[in-house]
Nanobody
């Protein structure tokens, strides 16, 4: 089991940017960033394979960039042009641990003026 620690969240104004980090306790492979807003289901925001192939939800495409540093066992999510609807707790996870409902603490992102 790999443990993840998310960081980098905070309060920003609409149009601002944040860079989230996901530090893993061991080697990582395919990874995803998820988010859950109050009263909403958790949704997949972006994913990245170990080789660097990426996919994005339509709602964030063109604004968010997922990347990774395999040597540091870390995954990043650069969030630009933030909107109030991006407000949520953001989590990183593997598909297997998502299925098993193994989640870290997440990091809160609040976009508000």
């Amino acid at each position: 089991q790999v443990q993840f620690v998310e960081s980098g969240g905070g309060l920003v104004q609409p149009g601002g940017s944040l860079r989230l980090s996901c530090a893993a306790s061991g080697s990582i492979y395919d990874m995803g960033w998820y988010r859950q807003a109050p009263g909403k289901q958790r949704e997949l925001v972006a994913s990245i394979t170990r080789g660097g192939s990426t996919n994005y939800a339509d709602s964030v495409k063109g604004r968010f960039i997922i990347s990774r540093d395999n040597d540091k066992n870390t995954v990043y999510l650069q969030m630009n042009s933030l909107k109030p609807e991006d407000t949520a707790v953001y989590y990183c996870n593997t598909e297997i641990q998502r299925i098993l409902s193994y989640w870290g603490q997440g990091t809160q992102v609040t976009v508000s003026s």
